[in-house]
């Protein structure tokens, strides 16, 4: 009984146009959100969305 969802950007938290079900593994996969057009590295294992690597455009430095 697989039951699938949206997978979600986890920048803007919109519908990407990828869905996954529970048995769903991803690794090192650049989503692209159509939203704020921006890649983000993932994993994504048993519905849990792992970032790897955020966007560079938004420079955090200290
Ligand atoms: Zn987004």
């Known amino acids: 009984m697989l ?12 519908k990407t146009r990828i869905k996954i079900s ?3 593994v991803i690794e090192n996969f650049p989503l692209f959100c159509p939203k704020c057009k921006q890649e983000t590295l993932i994993n994504v294992k048993e519905l849990n969305i792992n970032v790897i690597k955020e966007p560079d455009a938004k420079t955090q430095s200290r």
């Open 3 to 14: 039951k699938y969802e949206w997978l979600l950007c986890p920048i803007c938290g919109n």
């Open 22 to 24: 529970d048995d769903t």
